[in-house]
């Protein structure tokens, strides 16, 4: 292939384009042409005048570019070649040292490359490529700049060996990883701690760039070192709480060494903090070494060394005011209790004094409450695992957590409940609205909230007593203000999260009778304001207070509900007291009761319904509680209720998302588990639970054909869908399921046929549909093993095939015919080539689609068949005209012309359904059938005549002459060739055609319309 951009100028234009220019075309066209470089032999010889001669970064920057290509072809360059090409770039950024940060970093990628994939490759009993380490200590003895960019060869050729090519063999990657883990990081990682020891020996001048850049340089060189993949494991980043950092064993002596942790201690509370942070993030690495690569005494010795290290920090806590000091800094801690024993951690001289030194940086942390969530979760995970581990201690030291972790409690409790003031009065973000981040917090509290809980219970009895009689306070005055109100109902709905919290964290922690009646205490309160809040509806009503409730009541049924030995619980002592609620059975009653409460009256709240219908299908999974359930009253009603005018979230209002409507699956699902207790066989009972699905279905059915509001019907036949497959999934019994199919078929599942015909292009509609099918299908608890004499099995395949290829056939034409549409326009010789029996379907197939309801598909097939059309009608008119040019587009006409010759029906059935179509149905996209229909008619005017009579002969003597007459109009001033102006004359005569035909048609109804499909 010829190089377009030969001289430099034209290289520079082409690099301008590519990395600065705003024109997107010219964008693609450069980067065809630097494919086209790569692909050229002279690309070496172009990269190299780049280099010498550009008169800008960007040319630098182009030909690092294809040099990297080049180099990680598949089919590798001679190892000659790959030799110099290294060299030629360690001289040349050694000669210019100073050059954009981004030319350097390009420019050693391709010497990174070049040696790792030639790493085992051989030259005069040599291995060539693993010089680069004795080259780069060239770079360490010259000026900074020289310095540096050794250190980013290193740190370049680290990242590269730890990358795995997914285009190549994974164990080569993985051979040459660990060949260079075992004989060349060790050194790199000595080398790079022996330079930050150099820089700290000297005066640091932090204002000096070039000082401030190598120690940049070095540490990243050392963090990817420790961030090296040394076993092969492919660790997933985003489990950094699980992370341990497996060193090789020939380590151990730098680890061992205090002068190393000391190092990066040091240089943490030396630099400024962008460069501490790196600092930081290598004690993080540094904190997570396996356990097993030491001792016990020497693990004990290295837990001493990092323990001080985090003392002086918190000592001197200036630099954690920087956001990614601190947020590295709360990744240190929580990878200390990953890695160490709570045990371990105790026995370390300086714990007392650190544990509360981490005890007031967390408290300060929690007070601010809008200021680094994520490095929140750090420290939350460090008290987590430090409480739950306080019953495997052994040690006779103290573990003092009984005094801080109510500390970190209480902080948490007190400052959510002040943010709340500060989030309303200067309408901030909502923390509550983050109920991601809401929901890890308080999972992570509720461990360290059980301990000492004595202490934690008090204060929230307090807290919540106070609020709530503030609230009650607010409502009953008649001026209450909205900004106090909104502020109660806030502080009030962090309140009902944290106790649901804390009778949560009962199933982590070792409890006790006592702590089973605080739970108690604490749970009356919440069914107080559940009550409260119930009564006042819908006008006094909070979505964020409802939120926290289910929260709570989850939280109660995991600890409380369901096992048999909860009945004698010391929770109920209190509740017996207060509500009357005496053990899980009267609670089941409060839970339903407050279920179908929110079900009736936050119908248009997704947030509040959604999750209540979770809870609702959390109380439904297990038998003993579903025996229990179908006895409570609410239960009675729902299973006889369920429609849209008790519970209005089952409505199809436009007023709810479409996507709302995915709950009512959940629901239903539920509600048929409650049903199936008590169903056995009684068919009519299942009858009456599908009744208000039969209304909805024979409406759909009256309405289908009719003139009707489309997307009402579709709503409706959305929510069908979702219902059903809600009660399918919920069936696992062969009786259950049978009465379900029964009731589908033969009556409704046409319905959904008809459906997916219809909007096939709405994955609203047909997801939901297909999803209930695939549920049908599923033999779940060998539900679809009928009975031999049962044809319902083939019934199903049927049904179940019949639907796919309808939305297939429906899916793939939108796709086929525009293929078809462009072929027939610009490849017609292609066409012409096919093997006979090809061409014919493809024909065969645009006659399907003339016929289609589809407009848009109907339309494509037009345009096809016109372009086929014209085509031949061309090659027709210039038989005997065959200039040598053309011979070979003669000679694909003359193949589509014995073709047409031999297969005479295929156009002549094409013209009798566009005929069709034109006088008896109702055609919405005329234009597009009168292009095809004129090409047709000259091209066979004998069988277009014998449309014409069969039609006219068919009508009564008195239509007759008018019909003759309507066909003489068609075409009046119609000539015999297919020019644009022709074509527009044709289809202005249609449409007077079309309209006088079914006029003369319908002046007398006695008369039957006949086919105009002769060949048929």
Excluded at 229 to 243: H, Q, V, W, Y
Aim: hydrophobic share 40%.
């Amino acid at each position: 292939m010829a190089l377009h951009f030969q001289s430099l100028a034209e290289l520079e234009v082409l690099c301008t384009h590519l990395y600065i220019g705003t024109d997107l075309t010219q964008r693609i066209e450069a980067e065809k042409a630097l494919l086209e470089l790569i692909d050229s032999p002279e690309c070496l010889s172009k990269c190299q005048l780049l280099l010498e001669q550009g008169t800008t970064s960007y040319a630098q920057l182009l030909a690092a570019t294809c040099l990297s290509k080049l180099v990680s072809r598949v089919s590798p360059l001679a190892i000659e070649q790959r030799v110099d090409i290294r060299n030629y770039i360690l001289n040349y950024v050694a000669s210019q040292p100073k050059l954009p940060p981004f030319v350097i970093q390009a420019l050693i990628q391709v010497i990174a490359k070049i040696t790792k994939l030639g790493w085992f490759e051989v030259q005069k009993d040599q291995f060539v490529f693993r010089e680069i380490i004795a080259d780069v200590k060239k770079f360490l003895q010259g000026t900074v700049e020289h310095c540096i960019i050794g250190v980013i060869i290193l740190s370049e050729l680290t990242q590269e060996m730890n990358l795995v090519d997914y285009s190549r063999p994974s164990a080569k990657h993985r051979k040459i990883a660990t060949s260079f883990r075992d004989t060349s990081l060790k050194d790199i990682l000595v080398l790079a701690c022996s330079l930050l020891k150099e820089v700290l020996a000297k005066p640091l001048n932090l204002q000096d760039e070039g000082q401030q850049n190598l120690v940049m340089q070095v540490l990243k060189l050392v963090l990817n070192c420790l961030n090296f993949d040394f076993i092969g494991s492919s660790a997933d980043e985003s489990a950094d709480d699980l992370c341990t950092v497996q060193i090789p064993t020939t380590w151990r002596t730098i680890f061992l060494e205090p002068e190393t942790l000391d190092l990066f201690f040091n240089l943490y509370h030396l630099l400024q903090p962008l460069l501490s942070q790196l600092a930081l993030s290598c004690l993080v690495q540094f904190a997570s070494t396996r356990r097993s690569l030491f001792s016990s005494p020497e693990r004990a010795k290295y837990l001493g060394n990092l323990i001080k290290g985090v003392k002086r920090i918190l000592e001197n806590p200036q630099g954690l005011s920087d956001p990614g000091n601190y947020h590295e800094f709360c990744r240190f801690l929580a990878r200390l209790k990953t890695n160490y024993q709570l045990g371990e951690l105790v026995m370390v001289k300086e714990y007392p004094e650190v544990i509360r030194l981490i005890a007031n940086f967390t408290i300060t942390s929690l007070q601010h409450w809008e200021f680094a969530p994520n490095s929140v979760h750090y420290l939350l995970t460090l008290w987590q695992r430090m409480v739950a581990s306080v019953p495997f201690v052994k040690s006779t030291e103290p573990h003092l957590l009984d005094t801080y972790a109510p500390e970190i409690t209480k902080a948490f409790i007190t400052s959510r409940l002040e943010s709340v003031a500060i989030v309303v009065r200067d309408n901030l973000d909502d923390p509550l609205d983050d109920t991601a981040t809401v929901f890890q917090q308080l999972e992570q509290l509720c461990t360290v909230s059980r301990c000492e809980y004595e202490k934690t219970c008090t204060l929230l009895v307090q807290l919540f007593d106070q609020n709530a009689q503030n609230y009650q306070k607010l409502l009953h005055s008649p001026s209450g203000i909205t900004v106090d109100k909104a502020i109660q109902e806030g502080r009030l709905a962090w309140l009902v999260y944290l106790v649901g919290t804390v009778v949560g964290g009962r199933l982590t922690y070792t409890s006790t009778d006592e702590h089973d009646a605080m739970d108690g205490e604490l749970s009356c309160r919440v069914f107080q304001l559940i009550s409260l809040m119930d009564t006042g509806l819908p006008q006094c009503s909070n979505e964020k207070i409802e939120l926290a409730i289910l929260w709570f009541l989850d939280q109660f049924r995991k600890t409380y509900v369901g096992d048999q030995l909860q009945r004698t619980s010391k929770v109920y002592a209190r509740m017996s007291e207060v509500l009357g609620i005496t053990d899980d059975n009267h609670v089941l009653e409060t839970f339903m009761t407050k279920i179908v409460t929110n079900l009736k009256y936050w119908g248009r709240c997704e947030p509040v319904i959604s999750r209540t219908l979770q809870f609702l299908n959390d109380l439904s999974v297990g038998y003993i509680l579903l025996k229990k359930l179908v006895k409570i009253d609410a239960v009675k009603f729902m299973l006889k209720n369920h429609t849209s005018e008790h519970f209005p979230f089952l409505g199809i209002s436009d007023s709810y998302s479409l996507s709302d409507f995915r709950c009512r699956t959940t629901f239903y699902t539920a509600l048929t588990r409650l049903l199936m207790v008590d169903l056995g066989e009684d068919e009519d009972e299942f009858e009456n639970f599908m009744l208000p699905l039969t209304v909805s279905f024979e409406t759909v059915l009256q309405i289908f054909n009719n003139n009707f509001k489309q997307e009402d019907v579709k709503r409706m036949l959305i929510g069908l869908a979702r219902d059903l497959r809600g009660i399918a999934f919920a069936l696992n019994t062969k009786t259950s399921y049978t009465m379900l199919f029964d009731w589908m078929y033969p009556t409704y599942l046409p319905i959904l046929q008809r459906t997916i015909e219809r909007w096939y292009g709405e994955p609203a509609c047909t997801t939901p549909i297909l999803k209930l099918m695939a549920e049908l299908m599923q033999n779940r608890s060998q539900r679809l093993n009928f009975d031999v004499s049962s044809p319902n099995g083939i019934l199903l395949f049927r049904e179940a095939s019949k639907m796919i290829c309808t939305y297939q056939y429906r899916k793939l034409s939108q796709s086929y015919y525009p293929l078809l549409e462009c072929l027939t326009q610009d490849h017609m010789s292609f066409i012409t080539n096919l093997e006979p029996p090809v061409l014919l379907y493809v024909l065969t197939s645009i006659s399907e689609g003339l016929t289609t309801l589809d407009t848009v598909v109907s339309s494509s097939c037009c345009t096809s068949l016109d372009y086929i059309v014209t085509y031949l009608f061309k090659h027709i008119a210039k038989e005997g005209k065959k200039p040598l040019r053309c011979r070979e587009a003669t000679q694909a006409g003359q193949r589509l012309l014995h073709f047409m010759q031999q297969n005479p029906d295929v156009l002549q059935q094409m013209m009798s359904v566009l005929m069709n179509t034109i006088v008896f149905e109702d055609c919405r996209n005329q234009w597009s059938v009168s292009r095809p229909l004129l090409g047709l008619i000259l091209l066979n005017e004998k069988y277009f005549s014998e449309l014409r009579a069969s039609l006219i002969n068919s009508q009564p003597l008195p239509k007759q002459e008018v019909l003759a007459q309507c066909f003489r109009n068609l075409m009046e001033g119609v000539e015999q060739n297919l020019s644009v102006k022709n074509r527009d004359r044709f289809t202005q005569n249609l449409s007077v055609f079309r309209r006088d035909v079914a006029e003369a048609l319908r002046s007398d109804g006695s008369t039957e319309p006949c086919s105009l499909d002769m060949v048929s």
